[in-house]
């Protein structure tokens, strides 16, 4: 239910002008879900950092789709050895979320 209430604000900020609401309701929703016990947002831990992963996907126009996908079905060899497991718990409209996210991180 949480995260439900956390898509649906991030996706009001979004239509509207609450650019900081967008990314604090994500960044909650990444906290939520377990994603900064492996990522930082600037700096690698186990897996990259937002910030580079950002940049990688800057000029793929599929990007969004392309995280989304990661983050639902994990990879492996996209960032080393160690692969990123599967979120298939998490809902789509969250997965969207966060990967829309990331790719705003610099």
């Known amino acids: 239910m949480r ?4 898509t649906a604000t991030v996706l009001a900020a979004a ?3 609450a650019h900081a609401l967008d990314a604090a309701a994500a960044i909650e929703l990444a906290k939520a879900n377990g994603c900064y016990s492996c990522h930082a947002n600037q700096e690698k831990v186990v897996g990259p950092a937002y910030a580079s992963v950002a940049a990688k996907y800057k000029d793929d126009k599929d990007a969004a789709a392309s995280l989304a996908q990661s983050i639902q079905n994990g990879s492996k060899g996209k960032w080393g050895r160690i692969p990123m497991p599967a ?9 969207k979320t966060l990967a829309q ?6």
């Open 101 to 106: 996210w990331v790719l705003t991180i610099q």
């Open 3 to 6: 995260s439900l209430i956390l």
């Open 87 to 95: 979120h298939p718990g998490m809902s789509a409209a969250d997965i």
């Open 15 to 17: 239509s509207g002008s």
